[in-house]
């Protein structure tokens, strides 16, 4: 019961970040600008218009 309580506040905690700010990014939200480039550079798939193929 704890664990669905836990569940439960962490989706209605989603939604009423959706609810008060419908068109914000919920990663932007979240983190910091600085911490989304660090993201963006530790990851390359995340950079816009920089396609990697691998096989």
Do not use: C, W
Not at 9 to 27: C, D, E, Q
């Amino acid at each position: 019961m704890i664990f669905v309580f836990i569940g439960g506040l962490i989706v209605s905690t989603g939604g009423y970040l959706y609810a008060k700010y419908p068109r914000a990014n919920m990663i932007e939200l979240l983190f910091s600008k600085d911490e989304i480039e660090a993201m963006k550079d530790d990851h390359p798939e995340l950079q816009k218009g920089k396609r990697r193929l691998e096989l």
